[in-house]
């Protein structure tokens, strides 16, 4: 297992909470920055896992997030939040598009089949925070819903391979009823591809 301090950085793409993230990762003891989503992959530090914000970005008009692209490309476990979940979906062949019932503040989301690593030690039905008007509507081959609420069908994912995951809502938001614990899951997984480097 590697000496080194755990490093996550938080892909800046314009949401009103990326700070939140970052201090989330703070709080979590984690070598964490913020960087712009214009940051060229040579431009990154050796990173044990990246975190795409979410953002103003309408995904499921654009398609376009940045060079969020290229981060997706790295061989580090990533999670997407809001549009970064979108991005994420569409970047791997699924589809992202606007919500027939876009959702704003509380929200309940239920676990699908446990909810994946994630949602490890979380409540079956928990309580979010939604801000969104796009949604994935259709996963990529090769990742599984994890979460889902009655006007969203696909609230999480994951990849089969355990380094993808994609959350619509905001888990650093505190209305967020286990954020910090799905903050935590996420630090658990890149720790632990940290021990296998």
């Known amino acids: 297992m590697s000496d080194r301090p755990l490093v996550i950085d938080v892909v800046d793409n314009g949401g009103q909470w990326t700070h939140r993230e970052w201090r989330m990762l ?17 431009e990154l530090r050796e990173l044990d896992g990246l975190i795409l914000s ?11 997030l940045g060079n969020c692209g290229a981060y997706l490309e790295l061989d580090i476990p990533i999670l997407g939040i809001c549009a970064g979940h ?24 239920e676990l699908i089949e446990g909810g994946g690593a994630i949602f490890a030690g979380t409540n079956a039905t928990q309580t979010v925070w939604e801000s969104h008007n796009d949604e ?25 391979a355990g380094d993808r995951f994609g959350l619509q809502f ?28």
């Not at 979108?86 to 989301?109: V, W």
């Open 136 to 160: 994935v509507h259709v996963v990529p081959d090769g990742f599984f819903i994890t979460a889902g609420s009655p006007s969203c069908k696909v609230q999480g994912m994951e990849n089969e």
């Open 54 to 64: 979410g953002g103003a970005a309408r995904v499921g008009l654009t398609g376009e």
């Open 86 to 109: 979108q991005f994420m979906a569409r970047h791997y062949g699924g589809d992202a598009r606007e919500s027939p019932e876009p959702e704003f503040g509380a929200m309940d989301i």
């Open 26 to 42: 703070r709080y979590l003891k984690v070598d964490t920055q913020i960087i712009d989503n214009t940051t060229p992959v040579s």
């Open 170 to 197: 905001h888990p650093e938001v505190n209305d967020s009823e286990f954020g910090k614990e799905m903050f935590e899951n996420f630090v658990a997984v890149c720790r632990a591809r940290q021990g296998e480097d």
